[in-house]
Each structure stands twice: as structure tokens, then as C-alpha cells.
């Protein structure tokens, strides 16, 4: 039987891709974060029924890659893992911020 993914296995996974434990389950204040970081949190579960029973249920979530450089190796390592895809880019407080949506 295969171990049950959860957001605590999700974030040891990010911790390896990032290098650093600047891996944050949502979103402390500004003052606490250390740059560049990793902020993710459950976005939505979704569950697929069948015979009026649970079949499947899937844990959606976000994961926002947050460095002050544009462009890094991260990117590039979390589109490698399955089920992940890059949602959008944008800056704020001279910070580049690329959000990705992973289901796990």
C-alpha cells in the first residue's frame, strides 16, 4: 500500500527543490520570511463519486515560488513533478512571484 500524501509530505518535497527550509504551509507575516521561499496552501479538494460512494479525493493546492531574481533553476524543478502546472507570474514589493498549482 502506497504512504498517503499530505500537505507535510508536500512541503519535505519543496524543502528538497528549494534547498533551504524557507518552506512556509501558508503565508507568515513579511517580517518572518527569508527570501527566496516557498509559500503553498490547500487550494480545494476535489472528490470523484461513483455508486453514490466516494471513489477518489485529490488534495488541490497553490504554491507560490517567491525570489527576488526573475528567472531560477525552482521554476523549472517544480514543473518537473507530476500533476503541476505554472499559473501565473507577477512582482510585487520588487519580489517575482511565480504561482503553480500542484494537485497532491
Given at each position: 500500500m502506497?504512504?498517503?500524501k499530505s500537505w507535510q509530505n508536500l512541503r519535505l518535497l519543496l524543502v528538497e527543490i528549494l534547498g533551504s527550509n524557507d518552506v512556509y504551509y501558508q503565508a507568515p507575516s513579511k517580517e518572518k520570511m527569508h527570501y527566496p521561499?516557498?509559500?503553498f496552501e490547500r487550494d480545494r479538494l476535489d472528490s470523484v463519486r461513483a455508486d453514490n460512494k466516494l471513489y477518489s479525493q485529490n488534495n488541490r493546492y497553490t504554491i507560490?515560488?517567491?525570489d527576488p531574481l526573475p528567472t531560477t533553476?525552482?521554476?523549472g524543478k517544480l514543473l518537473m513533478l507530476?500533476?503541476?502546472t505554472h499559473d501565473r507570474?507577477?512582482?510585487n514589493d520588487n519580489l517575482h512571484h511565480d504561482v503553480f498549482t500542484i494537485y497532491y
Open positions: 502506497s504512504e498517503k521561499c516557498i509559500i507560490t515560488y517567491v533553476e525552482v521554476q507530476p500533476f503541476c507570474h507577477f512582482t
